[in-house]
């Protein structure tokens, strides 16, 4: 069964910087197409950020500019840097993979960030 464990979430202040790992189980990580979102509290779930197999990135609007993602296939890990962060990055974000129409989850890393 594919798992998928984020790391690297926490307080900051804002201006700060974090960087999110996820880290897959599966060598299918290689084909797959990766995304971060996040939800903060009350909100439903948001795209951040999505890159694919060949390293095609996007970015939301809202985070574009400030936010890279990345991955290392060798590793099975996409990684999320935040840069410049504010109030309104805070919450949990998730990674998810896709790999043939099925998406596959992680359980979440909560990242918040003080004024």
């Known amino acids: 069964q594919v798992q998928l464990v984020e790391s690297g979430g926490g307080l900051v202040q804002a201006g700060g910087s974090l960087r999110l790992s996820c880290a897959a189980s599966?060598?299918?990580?290689?084909?797959?197409?990766m995304g971060w979102y996040r939800q903060a509290p009350g909100k439903q779930r948001d795209w951040v950020a999505s890159?694919?197999?060949?390293?095609?990135?996007n970015y939301a609007d809202a985070v574009k500019g400030r936010f890279t993602i990345s991955r290392d296939n060798a590793k099975n890990t996409v990684y999320l840097q935040m840069n410049s962060l504010t109030v309104e990055d805070t919450g949990v974000y998730y990674c998810k993979m896709t790999v043939r129409a099925t998406n596959y989850w992680g359980q979440g890393t909560q990242v918040t960030v003080s004024s």
């Open positions: 890159i694919t197999s060949g390293g095609s990135t």
């Open positions: 599966e060598t299918i990580f290689s084909i797959g197409v």
